[in-house]
């Protein structure tokens, strides 16, 4: 069974940092691309915000290019979204999800297994 556990989440004032984990099993976590999506309250979830293909390829979308990184430690069958300088509209529950189609990235990624998210608040 494939599984997925984000954690991570929390308050946070505005301008701070999170480090969201994504913690994979049931599949072979070097074959899959993994990637992380969001959705702010009241409003339907946003396309991508960032990928790690198998190859260690990685993208991130330009709503939040330069403030939050992906990385994976294949060690642990971990993803990471590393969020810097975040801000109000940041606010969401946060989804990581995998591709088995592990060289997929950015916009080509197809979220076929999900999470099933972590609260991410941002106050002022």
């Known amino acids: 069974e494939v599984l997925l556990v984000e954690s991570g989440g929390g308050l946070v004032e505005t301008g701070g940092s999170l480090r969201l984990a994504c913690a994979a099993s049931g599949f072979t976590f070097d074959d899959y691309a993994i990637g992380w999506f969001r959705q702010a309250p009241g409003k339907e979830r946003e396309g991508v915000l960032c990928?790690?293909?198998?190859?260690?390829?990685?993208y991130c979308a330009d709503s939040v290019k330069g403030r939050f990184t992906i990385s994976r430690d294949s060690a642990k069958n971990t993803v990471y979204l590393q969020m810097n300088s975040l801000k109000l509209e940041d606010t969401a529950v946060y989804y990581c999800a995998a591709d088995p189609r592990g060289r997929r990235n950015g916009m080509d990624f197809y979220a076929k297994y999900w999470g099933q998210g972590t609260q991410v608040t941002v106050s002022s």
């Open positions: 990928t790690s293909s198998r190859n260690n390829s990685t």
